[in-house]
């Protein structure tokens, strides 16, 4: 069965406040008895030590006296206290009260001590103190008893007190922690209403913080924290898809207007295969930014297939620098590898690595004009790996800087000319890096070149890859 928070509250409540009741209740009760006990128990006392001074005092004079003074002490005693005293054979010296009654023999107390013990007589119930005596050379058994029924009534009043009182306490408790385990639990109620109006129609909606600084509070403000952030990837998610479908549209209608024309009349083979060979070009760029968005896609979803191990990245750089000669060559500038000898192992994917370094080697060629240069460089620096590649190019201007590892963001548009891509090389570079726990920095000046530095954390300084990256931007060229 659900029970609601607030019925749990009160059940609980129940359970506790009953189970300290009945515990205060049953030690009021014991302590009540115990104290009824001490009382009576030195009242029978005290009477017995009256009942031996009197008899010290009229021994010498005889039994006879003994006996008649006991009478009169016991015309004294009001309360309905009794006594009997009698010799060690149990021969009735004086009994006053209901202690003249025939009655069953009581035991024979020690001369030690008072002995203390609870008899009926004749359906009264007597609380006795009892002793063995020595007065004048005889033995006297001195019983003096004291009724324990006011006692006894005012212990059944209290008790009647606790069996009234209590289920009635107890019931008007849980009444009170009800009503305010509902109070309590009002502003939850609140909470649950707004975040429940919160859809994505109305993602910039928010719940309202309650005043005070309690938990409820920072419940509504991690809930309010938490809807930032989804808004955030909301926005994220529907920039993308709007990106990705104007960047998938531009080269799809080249192609469908290069086939209708191509169709639109009989040609030559030639003619066809000019069109198709443009047909194949776009395809293949269209292709590559296809891989992009997949790229991004799975890093978003964190559905990536990274696969990490000790990598040597000296190798890795090796090969992307003869793509990089390739595409130096055909565009005229002059590049320069200055890879260190020895191994750089890093805990990286090797293929994901590739991509990255072929990311700023290509907008390094790609954005430096022809008799420009490039550089490739690599070293172990403090438990890093540090790879740079500068150029000559075009530079970023720096308002723009901040933003190059945007999706789709495109800086010095006008400059460029129609230097082809679709602004998301830095965006993966930038994922690739952060799944690596490496840092990337730039530095760039307008019209003079860039560079890009990246660090990754070498493989013998216990790397692992998790954490962030981090992009760093500076406005100067270093070298
Ligand atoms: P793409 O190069 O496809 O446009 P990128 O994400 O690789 O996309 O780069 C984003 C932007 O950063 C580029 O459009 C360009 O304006 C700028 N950029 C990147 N690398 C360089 C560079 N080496 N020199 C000048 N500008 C660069």
Redesign the pocket.
């Known amino acids: 069965m659900q029970l609601t928070i607030r019925t749990r509250l009160t059940l609980w409540y129940f359970a506790v406040l009953a189970a300290s009741f009945l515990a205060f209740f049953w030690i009021c009760d014991l302590g009540f008895r115990r104290s009824i006990e001490t009382t009576v128990n030195d009242a029978s006392r005290d009477n017995l030590e009256a009942v031996r001074r009197v008899i010290d005092k009229s021994q010498p004079a005889g039994i006879a006296k003994v006996s008649r003074e006991l009478r009169e002490l016991s015309e004294l005693w009001a309360n309905g206290a009794i006594f009997e005293v009698t010799d060690l054979h149990g021969n009735v010296i004086f009994a006053s009260g209901r202690f003249s009654a025939p009655q069953f023999p009581l035991p024979q107390p020690s001369r030690e001590k008072v002995s203390y013990l609870t008899i009926n007589l004749a359906l009264l119930q007597y609380r006795i103190a009892q002793q063995v005596v020595t007065s004048g050379g005889e033995d006297f058994v001195i019983n003096a008893a004291v009724p324990t029924e006011p006692f006894d009534q005012a212990l059944d009043h209290f008790r009647l007190i606790e069996k009234e009182f209590l289920p009635l306490l107890v019931v008007l408790a849980c009444l009170l922690g009800y009503w305010l385990a509902g109070r309590a639990l009002a502003p939850v109620d609140r909470i649950i209403q707004s975040a429940g109006d919160v859809g994505v129609q109305n993602l910039s909606r928010r719940l309202q913080v309650p005043q005070a600084h309690d938990e409820l509070r920072r419940l509504t403000e991690t809930l309010n924290a938490m809807l930032d952030r989804i808004e955030r990837s909301v926005k994220r998610i529907t920039q993308f898809t709007a990106d990705a479908s104007h960047d998938l549209r531009t080269p799809i209608s080249v192609i469908r207007t290069d086939a209708e024309i191509a169709l639109r009349r009989p040609r030559s083979a030639a003619e066809y295969r000019e069109s198709l060979a443009r047909i194949l070009d776009v395809a293949e760029g269209t292709t590559g930014l296809i891989e992009s968005l997949l790229t991004l896609a799975r890093a978003d979803g964190e559905s990536s297939n990274l696969k990490f191990e000790v990598t040597d990245i000296s190798a890795i750089l090796q090969k992307a620098s003869l793509q990089a000669s390739v595409l130096a060559n055909a565009k005229c500038v002059s590049f320069s590898p200055r890879l260190g000898a020895s191994e750089l192992l890093v805990k990286g994917d090797p293929a994901a690595l590739e991509k990255l370094f072929l990311?700023?080697i290509?907008?390094?060629v790609?954005?430096?004009s022809a008799s420009g240069f490039v550089w490739l460089r690599s070293w172990d620096e403090n438990g890093e790996a540090v790879i740079e590649?500068e150029?000559t190019?075009?530079?970023?201007a720096p308002e723009?800087q901040p933003?190059?590892?945007?999706?789709?963001?495109?800086?010095?548009?006008s400059r460029?000319g129609n230097?082809?891509?679709?602004?998301?090389?830095?965006?993966?570079?930038s994922w690739i890096a952060a799944a690596h726990r490496g840092t990337i920095e730039?530095q760039?000046l307008l019209g003079a070149?860039?560079l890009?530095r990246l660090r990754l954390p070498l493989a013998l300084a216990g790397a692992a890859a998790a954490e962030p990256a981090q992009t760093q931007v500076s406005p100067a060229v270093a070298s």
């Open positions: 990311v700023f290509d907008n390094a790609k954005y430096t590649v150029d190019g075009i530079g970023i723009d933003r190059i590892f945007d999706r789709f963001f495109r800086a010095n548009l460029s230097i082809p891509g679709a602004g998301l090389g830095l965006s993966i570079a730039v760039s070149g860039s890009f």
